[in-house]
């Protein structure tokens, strides 16, 4: 990778990261700090407040999606870190659940995941891209682990309005890293594209719905896992991170040479399957090994492995077969999809496991994955490569 590869895979992860921070903060702490408001007594109250961060995601993806292609990638992605900071201040002076929600629907409608993608798309040779799109899996995945260490203890320190004060700094933080550090995209001439185009495209559509099951499956596991580790394991909440941290953290240093490799050779869709019917493996290991702590523990670094490929390998499949002019339109999609199999986990896992038992979201996810690979496998090749890229400048 040249050097305004590297600059622009790292500037751009770091963002989606503190994006993902100020998502994954307030999940282990909001429900306690939510009992000391006026109105936390309202379950449903606060479970909107805090699952609406990813609603108003879902709904303006899209928007952003399209208007990153219209208007540049750089402007809609400072416009949306605005929309954040915004949404963290009112959240950090507000002392009311409702408050709360509507700081963070505000926060949320700062969507430009799609934005941030197809900038990296934009600036990245092909050869290259699946590597920075890692970059952006990994940084998810290492807040997300970050965060379950983190967040009790900033809580216990400097409080919930401190929290959501600091990821407003960090957003205007974030701001300065766009306009001074990310490369921009460079300028195109492509002819438009009809928006029908790209949700008619087939091989989008294998895209989304696999991205949508990707993380309806992460988030149902997370509904069930951290009991089973109670339970079974033995292991306090508070230790959860002991087990979460080092199997991010390894299974996206063990995902690389499958990345790299796959990549050199033309042999992504092989990758790409592997990964989803070792997604299937790790959905029916948990269905029938819930209740043996040494099978959760490996169960959960496989989960990890296969999902790190994915999310690094999908955003840069469909960044190639999008129509140029229509990255962002596409991605925008994509992420709609994600965002949507990120609520839909939480509600179906919810619900499965209370009239069905824990054991059986696993079966759930199992299924579903099934037709993913089933989906998957019918797939043409994947596009490989050009030959020959042209050299980014450094």
Not at 2 to 26: K, V
Not at 227 to 255: R, T
């Amino acid at each position: 990778m040249s050097r305004a590869e590297i600059r622009a895979g790292s500037s751009l992860a770091s963002i989606f990261a503190l994006r993902m921070l100020g998502l994954f903060l307030i999940l282990p702490v909001f429900a306690i700090h939510a009992k000391s408001l006026p109105d936390g007594d309202n379950a449903t109250l606060v479970g909107l407040a805090m699952g609406i961060y990813g609603l108003t995601q879902a709904c303006l993806q899209i928007p952003f999606g399209i208007a990153s292609d219209k208007f540049g990638r750089k402007r809609i992605i400072v416009i949306g870190l605005i929309l954040f900071a915004c949404g963290a201040l009112i959240a950090a002076l507000s002392h009311t659940v409702m408050g709360i929600l509507i700081g963070r629907a505000v926060q949320g409608a700062g969507a430009i995941s799609a934005a941030i993608t197809a900038l990296i798309a934009d600036v990245t040779r092909e050869e290259h891209r699946t590597k920075a799109m890692a970059m952006v899996g990994g940084s998810i995945g290492l807040t997300f682990a970050l965060s379950l260490v983190a967040a009790p203890a900033l809580y216990q320190g400097i409080g919930m309005d401190g929290i959501f004060s600091m990821t407003a700094l960090l957003a205007v933080a974030a701001i300065a890293v766009v306009i001074w550090v990310t490369p921009a995209a460079p300028a195109t001439t492509q002819e438009k594209v009809a928006f029908s185009v790209v949700l008619k495209n087939p091989e989008l559509m294998r895209l989304n719905y696999g991205v949508f099951v990707l993380h309806l499956t992460q988030v149902a596991m997370f509904v069930v896992v951290p009991s089973a580790l109670i339970q079974y394991a033995d292991m306090p909440l508070a230790s959860h991170w002991k087990v979460y941290l080092p199997a991010v953290l390894g299974s996206f240093f063990a995902m690389l040479p499958a990345i790299i490799i796959g990549e050199k050779q033309g042999r992504m869709k092989q990758v790409f399957i592997m990964a989803i019917a070792l997604l299937l493996a790790v959905q029916i290991g948990f269905w029938q090994f819930l209740n043996n702590p040494a099978m959760l523990l490996g169960l959960l670094f496989a989960f990890f492995l296969a999902f790190n490929i994915l999310e690094a390998s999908q955003p840069s499949l469909v960044s190639r077969i999008a129509p140029p002019a229509a990255k962002g339109a596409a991605l925008g999609v994509y992420n709609t999809l994600q965002a949507l199999g990120l609520a839909c986990g939480g509600l179906l896992g919810g619900w499965v496991k209370q009239h069905a038992g824990a054991s059986s979201v696993f079966a759930v996810s199992a299924f579903l994955t099934l037709l993913w690979l089933i989906i998957a496998n019918n797939m043409p090749e994947l596009p490989r490569r050009a030959k020959a890229s042209q050299q980014l400048p450094a």
